[in-house]
Structures are given as C-alpha cells and as structure tokens.
C-alpha cells in the first residue's frame, strides 16, 4: 500500500497550471528523485505532499500512519538556539517541552536555586505529555548526525545548519523524509556523509536535486515535472536520459504529423463558397476539436542559449604564485602555496566550508595581499568573475538593469543586441527581465549572474560555487561551454561530476592551511591521495577512458601471476569499455524502447554487470599497481 498518493492533482498560480491532473505514488522504502527544470514546480509539489499548501483539484491520499517531514531549500533567516533546541523543535509541543526542561536543568546543575521550582514544573508536564521517551529519540538522533547539542546554530556553517535542520527532520520519524535540495552550500565531505547517512538509515524519500552522483548514489526511481506533467522512471540516471530523449524524439515527430493535419484542414476549411456550401460538418467540428487540442498543447520551453564571449589571448603566464602564506588573527589559511597557472588551464579549487577558498581566489586575483609570498600576473589578462553570494547584483534594480548597466543593448562579438533578446537566451521573459531581481528564486539569480557574466569578453574566467539552484539541463549546458572556452578557469565547486568534467587540475585544502596541486579531477584526486587520506566517505568511480592504464613499466615486486595479471588488464578494460559503448549506442536509438520489456530490462542488466565488471577490473589494476616496485 503506498504511503501517498495523488489522484488527478492539480494546482494553479499565474499562467498554465504548475501541476496539471498529477497520479503519483510513494511507496514504503523508495527513494525517489524528483527532476525537471527550474520553475516546473517541484518545491510546490513537496510542499502540497507536506500539507503546506492544498491542491486547486484532485486528492492526496496519505495512509492513516503515514508522518512527512520536509527539509526545504533554504534555510530560514534568524535560526537560533542551540542544536538541542532547534533539533527538538521538530516534535512540536513536546520538543519545546524537553528544551525547556534542557535549558533549566543546566541552570540548575550550575547552582540556580530559582530554577528548581521551574524544573519540577517541566517534569510534571513532560510526564502528562509521555515525553520521556522523546528525550532519548532527540539525543540518539545527535548522536547518529555527530552533532554538538549545547552548540549554538547562529554561528554554524550553512552546511551544518542544514544537518541540524535534518536532524530536527528525522527526530519526528518521519514515513517519508521530503528533501529540497539538500546539497546546496554543503561541502564535498558533508555531501559524502549525507550520501552514507540516507542510504543507511534506508529512509524513504522524494528529493530534489541537481547534484548527478548524489543522485546516481540514492535514486531508485526518478519522477519528471515536465509542464505540469508527472512522469515516472523505474530506473537509474543514465538510462533515464536516454529513455528521456527518446520519448522528446517520438513527441517531436507526433506533434509534427498533428500540426501538418491540422494545416491540410485549415487549407481545406478556407476553400471557396461552393466546398463551404458542401462541407461535412462532421469534419468542421473535427477541425475544431484540433484547434482547441493545438491550442491546449504545452510546447517544451526552450533551452539556456549560453555563450562566452572570449577576449583577445591573454600571455602564456596567467598566474605565478610563490610560497604564499595568509592567516587571520591567528588562524592559518594558506601555507607555503606556491603554483603556476598557464593559459588554458582549467584548476578546481576543492576544500571543506570555511577552509579559504575564496581567500585563495582573491589572493591569486590580487585581491588581497598575502601576508608572505609572491603572486605575479602576466599579461593581457581580462578577468570575468561569478561570486557565489550574488554580492554583485542589485536587489532593487531589475533584471535588465542588472546586466545593461543602464544601456538597452550588450555587445557580442562586436555587434550590439538587443538586452531582452539577449536575456531571453537565458530564459528570463521580458516581463520578468524588468521586475525587480529580488523577486528572483536561487536558480534564476545564478541564470541571472551568468548572463550578466557572459555579456564582457574574459580569457580569466573565474567562477565560485556557480551550480548551486541549477537545473541539471543548464548545468550540463553550462559544462559544454567551458569545455570549449578557450580561456583559463579559475573554479570552487563541491558538484563532483562537474569537477570531473570540466577541469585538468585540482588545488585541494589539506588541512592545516596546507593546498595541494593534482592533476585532473575530483575523482584521480581521489586516486592519487595517500592511503592514509582517503577515508571511507566515497568511493571513486571508474577512470574515463581517456586514462587508460599507461604503458606498464618497473614490474618488480609482484609474483609472475600478477605481473601478467597486470599486464593483461588494460585490454580487458577496453574491451569492457567498448562493450559498454556499443549498448549506450544501441538504448540512446527511438527504437530500443519499442521492444518488448524483457528484452529491454535484459539489455539493462548486462550494461550494469559489465559496468561492475568494468570497476573491478580498474580496482583490480590500481590494486596491483600500487603493489609494485
């Protein structure tokens, strides 16, 4: 029996309906993404399971047990109290009841006399509430999350604000654990340790999100909001795009056989006085029935058209540091960091909340003055900066204003546009480009922060946290474009998929101010650390082909069994490889999906025994090669 469930569901604000006669379920133990574009409605839709707010029609059917609790997207301003406190507050009377008691308790062991009286109060209460027992619910739940309960939420990071909210989520138990983007300002670390946690604690959930190996590492099923559609997957990310596109391709080739009919009939309702005269008024009504069908019809809205102008080459030097060391008060930053960054390079920066990577981006823009050490910048440099808290936007001016600067037109490549045309390319409506940029969710002030960031030539591109709120399709948008920009970049981001994707090299936060350069991305990050770093959090996932065993050198301290052992590994990965590719080919064709389903869920299964034959086979490598002399 599902644990919800919506019968025809519908909800309306301004424009088409956010949710257009939705069916859907959760049921027990399911994990269940929920994607689709910023806007389509997805927090609405949380919001409505979580009874915040009721559909214009349908029903949501909730079994008579079934408990939600909901982690929205932001924080709420003003979050304050200790973890005990604002963890308990999620059992409602009888949390505020425990905190009370928490609070008076620790007056009293410190000598308060006053509060003794208050104290037996608390107890007689907690004993009419039967609340005892919540007590040790509240302190099993801080111990499982490794949270302090006297510590004070104000001056927490944003990421442990948000495993405090979590906590306070769980507390109550919940049936189904509601998460909206649950990943937003958290650092790698913290997102490894949520990863762990909810496959642990085999929650159920609806979440949102548009970080790809989170998503990968929990769905078991995925839901697209598409135009107020609600369409359900029961399989993994990656089959999921190409079941995706398939559908878009066959919607495409449908639409086009109706609207060409559809114009056959208007050419033959336009026809002269005599064919009027002898119509079919059968086929008329037809005709009008089509009208009113094409007039319903919700076309796909269209795609960010992102592009990066680029200024002239900047010198082959971009940026020479020489043992850097910075410190605040007495807290060390950055220590002994020294690094040349070369004209198209792409680095990441890659670190816990709070370590300095800013500090470590306003250093090497100079920025700011280290306190020991050199930075040297070449020449021709023209530098493009995206700022993670959106400091550069102005709240009360509008959208248009924000980018034009108070001109009406941006120049690309030399030729001037019109600025609501150019902001149409990233989604904004004119109407929507000359209101206010307050007004704005976190997903179009990124989109916003782009288009204002892309309307000045750069060949330094500098970009720090720029995929927080980002759908998924303009988050791989985005990655394509810099993978053809041509200039350097300069980028902090905790999305691993795009660190893997997009950059060559990595400055990683080591501890005790310490930055390390590797090569590559977060993954042979994780493949070159020491043993002693590499801790249980995560698990790296297959290198790309493109870093294919090398040629095998030095073969000295293995048995003869390995040694050709070793030796025999790079052609079977790929081989695998190659095998994998072909049926990626073969399911990304329309016609894969019009076979029957056993064949379709058999193809699937072998993609993933060979996919985990695949990582055996490079664990097996890595294995042996780190054995060797």
Not at 238 to 247: H, S, V, W, Y
Request: net charge negative; proline share 4%; charged share 30%.
């Amino acid at each position: 029996m599902p644990l919800i469930a919506l019968q025809n569901v519908s909800i309306h604000f301004r424009g088409p309906a956010v949710l257009d006669g939705v069916d859907f379920q959760i049921d027990p133990g399911e994990r269940v993404a929920l994607l689709g574009r910023n806007g389509e409605g997805k927090s609405t839709l949380l919001r409505l399971i979580r009874g915040q707010i009721e559909p214009d029609e349908g029903e949501i059917i909730r079994s008579q047990t079934a408990r939600t609790a909901l982690l929205a997207q932001q924080v709420p301003p003003g979050l304050a109290g200790n973890v005990f406190d604002v963890v308990a507050s999620g059992l409602g009377e009888r949390g505020r009841l425990l905190a009370d008691f928490h609070h008076v308790s620790h007056q009293v062991a410190a000598g308060d006399r006053a509060a003794r009286k208050r104290l037996d109060e608390l107890q007689r209460s907690l004993d009419a509430a039967g609340a005892w027992q919540v007590q040790q619910e509240v302190e099993q739940v801080l111990t499982r999350m490794e949270l302090d309960p006297e510590a004070e939420v104000g001056v927490l990071s944003a990421g442990m604000k948000r495993r405090v909210l979590l906590a306070g989520a769980l507390v109550s138990r919940p049936d189904v654990l509601l998460l909206d983007e649950p990943t937003n300002h958290l650092d790698i670390g913290s997102i490894r340790w949520l990863e762990e946690f909810l496959a642990r604690e085999e929650c159920t959930l609806l979440f949102v999100t548009h970080d790809r190996v989170f998503l990968n590492q929990l769905a078991t099923r995925i839901a697209e909001l598409d135009r107020g559609r609600l369409t359900s997957w029961n399989c993994g990310y990656e089959t999921f795009l190409a079941r995706k596109q398939a559908a878009l391709e066959a919607e495409a080739r449908q639409d086009s056989l109706f609207d060409k009919r559809l114009a056959q009939e208007e050419a033959w309702i336009r026809r002269g006085i005599k064919a009027r005269r002898t119509r079919n008024e059968g086929r008329v009504r037809a005709l009008k029935r089509m009208r009113d069908e094409r007039a319903d019809r919700r076309d796909r809205a269209g795609v960010a058209r992102i592009q990066l102008q680029e200024a002239e080459r900047s010198g082959r030097l971009v940026i020479e540091a020489k043992g850097v060391c910075h410190s605040f008060g007495l807290t060390n930053v950055v220590r002994d960091f020294s690094a040349l960054i070369m004209r198209g390079d792409r680095m990441g920066i890659i670190g816990p909340n709070g370590s300095g990577k800013t500090t470590l981006l306003r250093i090497l823009l100079g920025e700011l003055t280290p306190d020991h050490g050199s930075i040297r910048h070449g020449t021709r440099l023209e530098v493009a900066y995206f700022d993670q808290l959106h400091a550069q936007l102005d709240e009360e001016a509008s959208v248009v204003d924000n980018v034009g600067q108070g001109s009406q037109s941006v120049i690309l490549d030399g030729q001037p546009r019109h600025i609501l045309g150019y902001l149409q390319d990233f989604l904004f409506a004119p109407e929507q480009a000359r209101g206010p940029v307050k007004y704005l969710s976190g997903g179009e002030r990124n989109r916003l922060l782009l288009a204002r960031l892309f309307a000045r030539p750069s060949n330094v591109l500098v970009m720090d946290e720029p995929t927080n709120d980002l759908d998924i399709e303009t988050l791989e948008l985005l990655e394509e474009k810099l993978l053809d920009y041509s200039g350097t970049l300069l980028l902090v981001s905790h999305d691993r998929e795009f660190l893997n994707n997009v950059v060559t090299g990595t400055f990683v936060f080591e501890g005790d101010a310490e930055v390390k350069e590797y090569a590559g991305g977060y993954d042979d990050w994780l493949r070159q650390r020491k043993p002693k770093e590499t801790g249980t959090t995560a698990t790296a996932k297959p290198p790309a082909k493109a870093a294919s065993p090398p040629g095998l050198k030095r073969i000295a301290k293995l048995k003869y069994t390995e040694q050709k052992e070793l030796e025999a590994l790079p052609a079977r990965i790929e081989e695998l490889e190659t095998r994998l590719a072909r049926l990626h080919d073969e399911m990304t064709s329309p016609t894969f999906y019009q076979q029957d389903r056993e064949t379709i869920v058999r193809i699937n299964d072998h993609v993933q025994t060979l996919g985990r034959e695949l990582a055996q086979a490079y664990a097996r490598w890595e294995e042996l090669e780190a054995s060797r002399g």
